[in-house]
């Protein structure tokens, strides 16, 4: 023990010439440890190994994989590569080297942590989906400065809305083209995490007392409805958790339609025209109640007539253009970040995030997107 504290100390206070050739790492496995302890102790004392005296490398220089396009959530076509050159530009090998995401939320799926015979060390990375542009550096294990980077662009992520985290929601003001009394489709594909409240809120809008109209789930219900007068599609089945599924609600004069993947799984018949609201639609809860949502949308869509199941089928599991007739919203959520929901119907914003346009506690967040939609 009293051998253990003296090499200790020696190693913290007494200058060695070892340690600042090998950074501390005195036995040259990269890392700066209880190990290089042990391997001094063992030197002084028990004439053990010296102390590894690496080459000392005076670069890393990129050699390939920079300015890469890249989709989220996918690996990198090409690797990033590096290669470690001496002061007489001689490739080495076995130098530790350190990858790190400066700018993103990328992430490797391998990374070498030495450099091989060529001098060469190679990082594969799967793209994140929060920067337009990603920024991954390499530097020597002694210098803690990126010696090099790359930089991957993100045209688009492919992102969702998570309502994660307690009464997250989306806030659209209500505008001209929210006037379902002809008909209305309302679509998304929903990933439902858990349950939180009695009544689990997709999406409605506020009216008389209720809502215009709604989509919501309960642990053994799945139910859209308009009010005032109510009619109510009602889905009585063990709603899914942890998976994605489609969800759609037409109505019009034949009355009501609950579809899921597609699939109609409940009706109910017309009974009067669904109101015009003047109040915010909301995603993700409601506004008096507390009825959150805790899971991830994406494809969120209104029309303002009640498509066909066909015409369900054919969309559901596409990117639309946001030009196609009827169509009054459109969420993609290929966007990095920001408080803006971008529909693509007009090309601009017409939501935010939570309860104001500035940053607030019933924000919702972007992230990856796992639903099964092709672009
Ligand atoms: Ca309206
Ligand atoms: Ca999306
Ligand atoms: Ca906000």
Redesign the pocket.
Known sequence: MKILFVAIIMLLTVPCAYCQIANGDVNCDGLRDIDDVVYMITYIFAQGPAPCVPPEPISIIVVSGDGQIGTTGEPLEEPFVVQVLDSSLTPIAGVPVVWSVIEGNGGFIGAETFSDGDGLCFAEYVVGNSLQIEIVGAHEFGQFIPSCEFSVSVPSPTNAMSFSGGRKRITVPDKAEFDFTQGITVEMWVLIEGLVATDNTLIGQEYSGDLAFKIDFRTYRIRAYKWSPYSGAVLSAETPIGVWFHVAFTYDSSGGVLYIDGIPQALCGFNGGIGNSQSPLILGDRISLVEAFEGNMDEVRLWNYARSQQDIQSGMSVELSGTEDGLVLYYRFNQWSG?DVVDMVTGSSTG?????????V??PEFVHSTAPVSP
């Not at 935010?352 to 607030?360: A, I, M, N, R």
């Open positions: 408080q935010y995030l939570g309860s104001s346009p500035e940053v607030d019933n924000d």
